[in-house]
């Protein structure tokens, strides 16, 4: 099978796995992850057919919607590669950047890292990407609504130093993730062009975010 067929049998798999998945996680997030994992690759000397099965296949089965297991995603990566005969070393690293994302993607990203690629590099930085600007916006007031959580709420300070797993559980308001996470995530990326990318989804989040606090009180209107 050549290469371009692969990608289109995979595309065909993604989306009618993922059908009626949630609104952060459906075919469409899986179709920003693609385009910007081949907008990346195109500056970094990657191997192309890697990068887009990796970004097809990545969020195939989210841990957190499959009662945390982190092995369910990765193995019906493998699967699905495997009857389509694509070359197995392919499908290793396929299966290894599925494994690795979350991953590396988790708080804890610093402490005992398994696997690194610049594959791996640029589909990370795509899939950041979508967690970033105003669809990164959207997205967290979507999973912040999905968990019936406030969107914001003055009392409740953003807390930097919560456990992964105590900030799963946490019932912190939408808002205080952009602080916990979302406006780190420009100095965590990997490649030139994923980093100017971010900068500019960064510069718009906080831009939104100055206007947020002027219409919650109108009176105070300033940052905290
Ligand atoms: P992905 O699997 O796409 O890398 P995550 O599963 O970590 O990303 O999160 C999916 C989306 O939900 C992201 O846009 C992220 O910002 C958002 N999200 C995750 N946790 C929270 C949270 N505690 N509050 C608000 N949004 C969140
Ligand atoms: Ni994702």
């Known amino acids: 099978m050549s290469d371009p067929e692969i990608i289109e049998q995979t595309i065909a798999f993604a989306k009618e796995t993922l059908q009626g998945a949630e609104g952060g ?3 469409f997030h899986i179709q920003r992850v693609f385009k910007n994992s081949l907008l990346i690759a195109k500056e970094e000397n990657v191997d192309v057919l890697v990068v887009g099965l990796g970004a097809l ?10 009662s945390g297991d982190e092995s369910v995603g990765p193995k019906l990566a493998q699967q699905f590669l495997a009857e389509l005969k694509v070359d197995p070393k392919i499908v290793d690293h396929v299966v290894k950047i599925i494994e690795n994302i979350s991953f590396k993607n988790s708080l804890e990203s610093q402490q005992g890292q398994k696997f690194d690629s610049l594959e791996l590099q640029v589909v990370q930085d795509a899939d950041r990407l979508d967690a970033l600007g105003a669809i990164g916006i959207a997205r967290a007031f979507n999973y912040g609504g999905f968990k019936n959580r406030e969107l914001y709420n003055p009392d409740i300070a953003p807390n930097l130093k919560m456990t992964k797993e105590e900030y799963k559980k946490s019932k912190a308001p939408t808002l205080n993730h952009f602080y916990e996470k979302l406006l780190l995530l420009k100095d965590k990326m990997n490649t030139k062009t994923g980093k100017k990318l971010a900068e500019r989804r960064h510069q718009f989040m906080l831009d939104y975010l100055e206007e947020f606090y002027k219409e919650w009180d109108p009176l105070v209107a300033t940052t905290p």
Request: hydrophobic fraction near 45%.
């Open 57 to 66: 296949l990545h969020d195939i089965a989210d841990a957190k919607f499959n």
């Open 25 to 27: 996680h459906d075919w």
